[in-house]
């Protein structure tokens, strides 16, 4: 299986408040979980990314947790704020393959003032 | 991203048409990757070439579509006899050789509308 699960669809969430995106894939090879940022018009660009050796990842204002056994991994935005009113896509891929990645869907995040 | 030069930005052709969509990859980089964006959807993976070669070109449909990497000058996607269906982001991608972080670098897109 190649497909990544992502949800929810869409998300509102206050200014100030947290943002919580989650995955889920089938492929245990799978081991390279990026986050995308894609604003309206605009290419995706690379949020932050983790591998399967570690649970979770902290870059600022985001996180990536990581459940290995569950095979999930999610999105945390803390402190979220108008200006991260975007679409998050996840996706996942093996090193050393095409390394291509599978996407998720997408979720359109809409920050409030 | 910005290192990544896609164009045309927005192409508009007609149904039985041909459409070329060119990239640059950002310097140093020797890997590219090409998806495809419908709306609503998350990118789907098309083809990955390195210079002179089609290293993977398992979500390409069967036919109409094709894709170069020349030794010089850009890559191009070419799509002959468009049909309304392909109207969609095309976003080219690169990285550069070490598969290390495998960080790959998007482009901004070509808008296709097939009329």
């Known amino acids: 299986q190649q497909q990544v699960k992502q949800s929810p669809q869409s998300l509102i969430v206050q200014k100030g408040g947290i943002s919580i995106i989650n995955c889920a894939y089938e492929?245990?090879?799978?081991?390279?979980f990026p986050w995308y940022q894609q604003f309206p018009g605009k290419g995706p660009a690379l949020l932050i990314a983790?591998?399967?050796?570690?649970s979770e990842k902290k870059e600022g204002r985001f996180t990536i947790s990581f459940n290995k056994s569950a095979k999930q991994f999610s999105l945390h935005i803390m402190d979220s704020q108008p200006g991260d009113s975007a679409t998050y896509f996840c996706a996942a891929s093996v090193q050393g393959g095409s390394e291509k990645l599978v996407f998720g869907k997408g979720t359109k995040l809409t920050v409030n003032p | 991203n910005a290192g990544v030069m896609q164009n045309p930005r927005h192409l508009v052709r007609r149904r039985g048409q041909e459409a070329r969509l060119r990239c640059s990859p950002m310097k140093g980089h020797s890997h590219v990757y090409w998806y495809r964006q419908l709306p609503e959807e998350g990118l789907k993976f098309m083809v990955y070439l390195q210079k002179e070669n089609i290293i993977d070109e398992s979500g390409m449909p069967k036919e109409r579509f094709s894709a170069e990497f020349p030794k010089e000058g850009p890559s191009i996607l070419r799509i002959q006899q468009v049909v309304r269906g392909d109207s969609a982001a095309y976003f080219c991608a690169s990285s550069p050789w070490t598969v290390s972080g495998n960080t790959i670098y998007f482009g901004e897109g070509s808008w296709l509308t097939v009329v």
């Open positions: 492929n245990t090879a799978f081991d390279y």
């Open positions: 983790i591998r399967p050796d570690v």
